[in-house]
């Protein structure tokens, strides 16, 4: 049985990542150097540049980051973290030039809420999520923490956010479920003091803040919908509104531009320009899925947005118009493939919808959507005029990939929903599997297609399906622990094999006299297609299913990827790693080795599509 040492193996080289983690208030940041947007995907903090669209990885966190922040001079990056309760979250404290971490703090319980940097870099505030309730102000410099307090009253609810003044290293503003605090830094008692907000009658669940340019005022957005204007050295309520037209589904991000308007982003997902003395739109644009971010480049001429739905935009603030440049999945990537013989394109499906990538920009392409449903798998057909998916509402619905329009749908194609879809290479059969357990074989043509047969030997759900390249057999894998050779010829049972596991992924060895099979109990087994019987088995996971698997087209390797995170490549006859990747915060749900064997790509639960380099010479091309 194969050890793995990580030590031994080499790194996967990362070469481009699609995702957007837009859940993260305030996640999408412009640098001051106008070059360069920051945001934050799992565990990794990305910078990307704006005009090459060249990314940098940031890695160093253990589990998916809860909030970023840049200081003002641009030279330090920070993100919070999320951890199991009982756990400490990390801050962790970036060198922007060198791409490297500069400190990595540690106080918070479980999650780190807020982060915001003083105007001259000396200090960094905390704010610890709901189990913490803390704040915590660290020495930048000496990389330690001054001095912390409990960031809201005890009658209040949990602090959401926070920012520095403009022009103090000493001035903060803390906000949240009914607190609003203003803070003095005293260093000498190494204390820092708040001074709670008079609104009167006004109570408010604060999501965002924007200090005016002189310090005069700040502003809070509200889940109400309303926009609070303070007075910052009285700290008494000045004004608020609209009182009218509040704005949908509350306030989540706000911006004062130099001109002292307001840019306003809703949790309806409208972008709006509103004057400060009315706070009524003068301007707005709907998006795509709430705004969870608003970031000005340079004098706010131009400025990006992030929504929930992990889209971004970049604005022309003179016309107001907005322009997509990054979009990706929002739910759990479920299957990638790529079309016969061509690297050029591949495609994913999530919950609602399928997209198709280029591969070297990692552009979109097409998006089809199919609202309120869940594309299981996805096949281009051999002959590239169509894209073949399976649906949890019992559909194979069929696109063409050029415009993304419906071609036809085999309805009722399985009673528990279609899992697991393929098809053969003349393009004139598509074999599928379904939640109750049954293959089925379809026969296509231009207009038409029929069942050929039903054939029922797993007792529970089909997890994935390989056809072998003579049309004459296909293999199945199911979570009842069984893998069937199947004659799709004669539509009987070749071959059963039998493992004390769930399977999840199957391959047939390019030579087809193999196949190998991983699932639940993290062992990756090889067969012989003859009889069925087990050749070997490699130890494939430390922790967590095998979820994905796929074989270089020479043979002579194969990678997988699954519950721990990690993208593994393994010589085939010495069943040894050879390289592993890390990236992903999520659990991969498949990867595929690219037809002329440049790239591997990998998706996973939480929405990211990485595509990494094949570390090996393909002596097929």
Known sequence: MAVINQDDVLRLELESVIGFNGQVPSGLIVHPDREALIYPLGCTVIIQNISSRMQYFLHGHTNNVSCVAVSKSGQYVASGQVIYLGFRADIII??????????????????VEALAFSPNDMYLISLG????????????????????????AAS??????????????????????????????????RKIRPTDCQLGQVKRIVKCIAVSEDDSFFYCGTTTGDILKVNLKSKLLSSYGPQKEKYSLGVTALQILKTGDLLVGSGDGIVSLCKESNYKAIKRVKLDGAITSISLRGQGHQFFIGTGLSQIYRFN??????????????????????????????ATCSKNDIRVWHTETSKELLRITVPNMTCHAIEFIADGKSIISAWNDGKIRAFTPESGRPMYTINNAHSMGVTAVATTSDSRKIISGGGEGQIRVWEISQNAHRLMESMKEHKSSVSCIKVKNNNKECVSASSDGTCVIWDIERFVRNQMVL???????VCYHPEEFQIITSGTDRKIAYWEVFDGSAI?????????SINGMDISPDGAYFTTGGDDKLVKVWGYNEGEVTHVGTGHSGNITCLKICPNSRFIVSVSSDGAILRWKYPHPNYMQ
């Open 156 to 189: 209040a609810g949990n602090t959401l956010t926070v920012t520095f003044s403009n022009h103090s290293d000493d001035c903060f503003i803390t906000a949240g479920n009914g607190t609003l605090r203003v803070w003095e830094l005293d260093i000498p008692n």
């Open 94 to 111: 970036w060198d922007y030039k060198k791409r490297e971490m500069y400190a990595r703090l540690s106080l918070h319980k479980a999650k």
């Open 317 to 346: 603030y003179t016309e107001f118009k907005e322009e997509l440049i990054t979009t990706c999945h929002s739910e759990a990537v479920n299957d990638i493939t790529f079309p016969l013989g061509s690297s050029e394109l591949f």
């Open 129 to 152: 999520g709901q189990d913490d309730g803390s704040a915590v102000m660290w020495n930048i410099a000496s990389k330690e923490a001054i001095c912390g307090s409990s960031a809201s």
């Open 536 to 544: 070997r088995d490699l130890e494939g996971s430390s922790s967590g």
């Open 499 to 505: 493992a004390n596991t769930l399977f999840r992924c």
